[in-house]
Structure formats: structure tokens, C-alpha cells
């Protein structure tokens, strides 16, 4: 991964400021993998390497998340890829959303709100995905094509009716975190 790419993802993750001493350790061990100099892309699917970084992004409408029901995963998750060799995290955001989705980004996409660290579940549980989480701001009005060979649906959730039993496992921490930028901005 050249020294560039490199140096944009640290700062990524460097200006996520951290909700709780959970997230404010998986920056930290994030940053600490930035800097090892370890491949941070998928290579191969599903697990080579067998850590990698992934870019989900939140599309969200005033109180509302649009969640897919994964195949794969076999939760309701934000939309999300790999982070491709080369490429900013960003530039996964815009590419995924319309490959997913089928729509572009209505906005520039901003720096992310959350980072968290999981090993996955599902039909090929078994790797770790390092997230970076971004918001995309949809209208509930716009026109979706997802991708039905990834996808069961799609479908959007008032905030307090994500259900969380079926969902990654750092949701509620999310929407957390997203009300309170939220009300930051409001107030």
C-alpha cells in the first residue's frame, strides 16, 4: 500500500473522536495496525489477510437508518465494503453505494464517525473487520437497486426499531453516537 494511502487512513481513524474506552481502544489498536505496516486491504476472499479494513456507511434520513439483510453476514447491517488496494476509504463509500444501492452519493462524503473491530460471523465467520463507519444523509424517497445477489432486502428502521438481536453487534453504540452528533448539530 503506498506511503499516501497509508498516511490518508491514519488520518481517518485519527479524527474519530471516541465515544466510549471501547472505541477509544479499537482507534488505538487500529492505529497501532496502520503503522505495522500490515497489508490493510482484503486480498482474497473471504480472510487473506486475515484482518482487514471495511467501509460501512449509514444511510440515514431524519430518525431513520436504511439497513440490507445480508446474505452472507446473515444480519441487518449498514451497507459496506472492502477497502480495495490503493483506494481511500471514501472512495469505497462512494464506489459501494452505488454498486449496492444504486445511487450515488447526494453529498461529498465526510470523515467517519465510528471505528470498531469484529470478527465476523455468518457463512465465512472467521476474520476480523476493522470498520470505518460513515454517514450518508438519503431522502426515504430515494430510488433503491440493491444488489439481490448480496442482499435478502433492504429496508429502512426508525431509529428505536433497529433490531439490534440481529444486527452487528456495535449498532447500538452507533446510534448512540449518531444522536449525539445529532444534537450536537442542532443545538
Do not use: C
Not at 124 to 135: E, Q, R
Not at 137 to 163: G, I, T
Amino acid at each position: 500500500m503506498p506511503t499516501n494511502v497509508r498516511a490518508a487512513i491514519r488520518a481517518e481513524i485519527e479524527s474519530i473522536e471516541a465515544l466510549d474506552a471501547l472505541e477509544a481502544q479499537q482507534r488505538q489498536e487500529a492505529l497501532v495496525w496502520v503503522d505495522s505496516g500490515a497489508e490493510l486491504a482484503r486480498l482474497a476472499k473471504p480472510a487473506t489477510p486475515p484482518m482487514h479494513l471495511v467501509s460501512y456507511f449509514a444511510v440515514v434520513a431524519p430518525g431513520h437508518l436504511l439497513l440490507v439483510d445480508h446474505k452472507n453476514a446473515q444480519l441487518w447491517l449498514p451497507s459496506g465494503g472492502h477497502v480495495e488496494p490503493d483506494e481511500h476509504p471514501r472512495e469505497t463509500v462512494a464506489r459501494e453505494l452505488i454498486e449496492e444501492l444504486g445511487f450515488a452519493p447526494p453529498h461529498p462524503i465526510g470523515a467517519p464517525l465510528m471505528i470498531t473491530r469484529n470478527d465476523t460471523v455468518g457463512l465465512t465467520a472467521g476474520h476480523t473487520d476493522v470498520s470505518l463507519w460513515y454517514v450518508v444523509q438519503a431522502s426515504r424517497d430515494q430510488a433503491l437497486h440493491f444488489d439481490r445477489d448480496e442482499f435478502h432486502a433492504v429496508r429502512w428502521f426508525a431509529f428505536d426499531e433497529v433490531p439490534l438481536e440481529r444486527s452487528d453487534p456495535h449498532m447500538a453504540r452507533f446510534l448512540r453516537k449518531l444522536a449525539a452528533q445529532e444534537a450536537t448539530k442542532s443545538g
